[in-house]
């Protein structure tokens, strides 16, 4: 049987050798006579774990010693509660771009608690472009602003970190470790882990230490940095489970050689498949070049009555969770560091292959 590439959104798929590393010690882990699963957050095994987990992200992202990185519950979605509610710090308005379906549901949530000026809108284009920055409307006496680098449904990333005069806030949750960011321009970066860090669960947020412990009354104990902070992200029982594979992961990457080489390799990943979708007449993807996403890559199919029949073959030939979001509609392959180059290749092939027979 064919190798199977898994190219779902998220969850999504884990390296090949991590998934057999957890495996392998998934009864008894290390000394501890238990699975990780079965002891406690509390008890040395673990917390060793979790400080190395810690520590590798660190390295890996060279994040600054004024930072505080935390691993949350709750997804990506809690903290688009607990950024109003952490960083307002007495102001009432905020900036928030809106670049796509991740944005939209930030700033929903960021108006129940603030006045969200919309500083950038990419609505009218679909979510294929992004204005040039010199003509967002900033509001500059706002809180902070927060954008979204990679709007996963859409596949849209920035090629640029917004240059303004108060804390950036930055969803990560599908672009975080596929390439090098300068982590000092931020003031909160937050990811949900089952997109490119590991399994859901687990929320890393690496927050400045001067934007913790000024919080919103009268809000859950849990959804203040400072609780989470003080308590190494133990203020009550962590997702244990998913924060030991978040660190699995970390190590795979060191030795892969760190977050440069993972780019060098999605951007060569991203942009083989790219141009096999550009060099049809059968394929097409809607995103203005300069802002295609290295992760996400939406593409339709000429005739969508064409669509059931893709994924079916494409499902047949060990190519799984093609299938576009609903919105975009056609397909979505998702190539997270985790898919490897041999994943793209086949993915290709087989687009060949189809146009041929049915294009
Ligand atoms: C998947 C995703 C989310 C939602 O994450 P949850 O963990 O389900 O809350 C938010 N933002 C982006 C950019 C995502 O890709």
Redesign the pocket.
């Known amino acids: 049987m064919s190798e199977i590439y898994n190219f779902s959104?998220?969850p999504a798929m884990l390296p090949k050798q991590v998934l057999s590393q957890i495996q392998a010690e998934l009864v008894e882990y290390g000394n501890a006579k238990a699975s990780v699963m079965e002891i406690s957050h509390r008890s040395v095994d673990f917390m060793q774990m979790a400080q190395k987990a810690e520590q590798d992200l660190r390295d890996l992202m060279n994040i600054p010693s004024n930072y505080k990185v935390l691993f949350l519950q709750?997804?990506?979605?809690?903290q688009f509660s607990m950024v109003p509610i952490n960083l307002l710090r007495g102001k009432t308005n905020v900036n928030y771009a809106n670049t796509g379906h991740?944005s939209v549901?930030?700033i929903a949530e960021a108006q129940r608690y603030a006045q969200v000026n919309i500083c950038t809108d990419s609505t009218s284009n679909k979510f294929t472009d992004i204005e040039d920055f010199a003509n967002w409307k900033i509001d500059e006496s706002a809180a902070y602003l927060h954008y979204?680098p990679?709007?996963?449904i859409a596949g849209l990333e920035f090629d640029f970190i917004p240059e303004v005069d108060m804390p950036i806030v930055a969803?990560m949750?599908?672009t975080i470790l596929s390439r090098e960011v300068d982590v000092s321009k931020f003031g909160v970066i937050y990811a949900?882990a089952?997109?490119n860090i590991g399994m859901?669960g687990t929320?890393v947020v690496i927050v400045r230490e001067d934007l913790i412990g000024d919080v919103v009354p009268k809000q859950p104990i849990l959804f203040d940095y400072a609780t989470q902070a003080n308590n190494d992200s133990m203020h009550n029982t962590p997702s244990t489970f998913s924060w030991y594979a978040a660190g699995r992961v970390f190590e795979w990457l060191k030795e892969q050689g760190g977050i440069a080489e993972m780019a060098i390799i999605n951007e060569r990943k991203a942009n083989k498949l790219y141009q096999a979708i550009d060099s049809s007449d059968f394929y097409s993807n809607p995103v203005n070049p300069q802002y295609r996403s290295w992760m996400n890559v939406p593409f339709i199919l000429a005739d969508d009555k064409l669509d059931k029949l893709f994924l079916e073959k494409s499902y047949n030939a060990n190519l799984l969770a093609l299938k576009g979001h609903k919105s975009v509609g056609g397909m979505r392959a998702s190539i997270y560091n985790a898919m490897p180059e041999s994943g793209i290749d086949t993915l290709i092939e087989f687009m060949a292959d189809f146009e041929k027979q049915y294009g």
């Open positions: 959104a998220g709750g997804g990506a979605s809690a991740w549901k930030a979204t990679n709007e996963t969803d949750s599908s949900g089952q997109k859901s929320t």
